[in-house]
């Protein structure tokens, strides 16, 4: 099933709305391993502030503008000739290691492709850091959302086999 292509420009061109905005928080590893979550823009208050103490009070009281959400997809963070870190780096005991993402916080982003027909996704920050996105999630037995992106006005979700949805 292909993707209607002006929904797959629509969803290009509210991702280029994040070039120029900074990312101030990422939340990942314990408890939630892989998944990653990138807020960018504006700090907006929450309504009812979250209870997770692993969490900064900032991001227990504030979300983002926009932001993205890695659920089920690799994701690999590198320099223009360096890979950093990628979503299978572990610690010692198991936990996934989120320090590749870490180095993102405060930078802006500067550049964003989306490569079709998979709709992998490509942040080039500042200081020459790269985020990408790899959408594999093609298996309906143990598939889910590749990556969600939070606009102020929609939700466009990467699903099975790059599918594209919004809400």
Not at 137 to 160: C, K, M, W
Request: net charge negative; glycine share 6%.
């Amino acid at each position: 099933m292909t993707n209607d292509p002006r929904l797959v420009t629509e969803f290009e061109a509210a991702l280029r709305k994040l070039i120029g905005l900074q990312c101030w928080s990422i939340v990942g590893g314990k408890p939630s391993g892989t998944i990653a979550t990138f807020d960018f823009g504006l700090k907006i208050e929450r309504r009812y502030p979250l209870h997770y103490p692993q969490l900064s009070e900032e991001q227990r009281s504030f979300y983002g503008e926009r932001s993205l959400v890695a659920c089920f997809c690799p994701w690999r963070v590198e320099t223009l000739d360096v890979v950093l870190g990628s979503w299978t780096d572990r610690s010692d005991n198991g936990a996934p290691l989120m320090h590749p993402l870490e180095s993102l916080i405060g930078l802006t982003v500067e550049q964003v492709e989306l490569a079709r027909p998979a709709l992998d996704l490509t942040l080039t920050f500042s200081n020459d850091l790269t985020l990408r996105l790899f959408c594999d999630q093609t298996s309906e037995q143990d598939g889910g959302d590749n990556y969600i992106y939070f606009a102020p006005d929609r939700a466009y979700s990467v699903e099975l086999r790059s599918k594209l949805h919004v809400s």
